[in-house]
């Protein structure tokens, strides 16, 4: 019985190690992800500072980022299960996890820091968004005054014409 208990505890002890592993690997592609969030909102701030962004591609960065938003969400749902599993492992045996222990500290270091520099920036791209949009506003609007003010131009020079007069008709003869 001795001999199977101990078989047991290292096959669980195997077991999680792997689901440790798995965790660090999921850090580390969260990390790789973040990482393409970052420059991809670096490249929504030089669309938006453009005063000819183009909206296409501008959409399409949001597309993007938000297939990549989606992966980390899903990461992060399996990386709290993993943990779930193997907390009270990792917790009383934490010299034997030490190393994954570290290298995870680490990433979730990094992988904060990527988090603020994309929030700070998201947060500054959001003004641009605004002006943006209130620029786009303006220019609908003096488009739609412009196009009163030539809808109403035709509209008096047609009626100001007679189509049996001609304005270079003399009267007088």
Excluded at 7 to 18: I, K
């Amino acid at each position: 019985m001795n001999k199977t208990n101990g078989c047991e505890q290292m096959e669980r002890q195997n077991e999680n190690s792997v689901y440790v592993n798995m965790m660090v690997d999921a850090l580390k592609r969260k990390k790789q992800i973040l990482l393409f969030l970052l420059e991809k909102t670096k490249q929504q701030e030089s669309l938006l500072k453009d005063e000819e962004m183009d909206p296409d591609e501008f959409t399409k960065t949001i597309e993007e980022k938000g297939d990549q938003i989606d992966e980390i969400n899903q990461m992060d749902e399996g990386f709290d299960t993993l943990f779930k599993h193997v907390e009270r492992e990792i917790m009383a045996n934490k010299m034997a996890y030490k190393e994954q222990i570290q290298q995870m500290q680490q990433l979730i270091g990094e992988v904060s820091e990527l988090g603020i520099q994309i929030q700070a920036l998201e947060h500054q791209n959001s003004g641009h968004f605004k002006i943006y949009l209130a620029n786009q506003r303006k220019n609908i609007r003096d488009f739609n005054i412009s196009n009163k003010t030539v809808s109403s131009y035709y509209q008096n020079m047609a009626e100001a014409h007679k189509p049996d007069q001609s304005y270079f008709f003399n009267q007088t003869k």
